[in-house]
């Protein structure tokens, strides 16, 4: 016969040294750079669908088969509706879009984006304390140079996200309002 200890074991809380701490603890956040894909690529398709329906649809006009230099123009005019429409149904989600890394333990923005064989790599790397400011709305992130002008604008996938990124960026970057 086994013994076990049926006693739960009793967890105190460590009081955390500094805020800096905490943030060097942090998991680094990822915002992927991506437009309304989705949307596009339905749009395209909707789109090649309607031009290979009007390639036969020249076909099926009454009254137009009598003329053979106009049957020569549908003709060419249907097989150009055909092979656009065929490209804009074929169009494709691209999966080679850039990745932005917020570091907290090294204090840097980092652009990934991968390369020929899959393999990420850096496009950009600033440092927090090169940025001009941040601006935080409920949709994105704006970077700022120290200038003023704009760095990069970064979607934002929820509410926890941007708070995460507001703590994370606190004290390192101006958070402009």
């Not at 739960?8 to 437009?35: D, I, K």
């Not at 390639?55 to 003329?67: H, M």
């Not at 003709?75 to 055909?82: R, T």
């Amino acid at each position: 016969m086994a013994v076990t200890d049926q006693t739960p074991p009793q967890l105190t809380r460590a009081p955390v040294a500094n805020a800096f701490g905490a943030v060097a603890r942090a998991v680094p956040l990822s915002l992927r750079l991506e437009a309304n894909w989705k949307l596009r690529v339905a749009l395209l398709r909707v789109l090649g669908a309607a031009m290979i329906l009007s390639s036969t649809g020249l076909w099926l006009v009454p009254g137009a088969g009598a003329d053979p230099d106009m049957n020569l123009i549908r003709i060419g005019i249907s097989v150009v509706f055909l092979l656009i429409g065929l490209v804009l149904m074929t169009a494709h989600d691209a999966g080679n879009r850039p990745e932005a890394c917020f570091d907290p333990v090294r204090r840097e923005l980092r652009v990934l984006q991968a390369g020929s064989r899959g393999s990420p790599r850096t496009v950009l790397r600033r440092s927090y304390d090169t940025l001009g400011g941040a601006r935080l709305t409920a949709v994105s992130v704006q970077l700022y140079e120290t200038d003023g002008s704009l760095l990069i604008e970064l979607p934002i996938g929820s509410a926890a996200m941007r708070s995460q990124l507001r703590d994370q960026l606190s004290g390192a970057v101006r958070i402009l309002t």
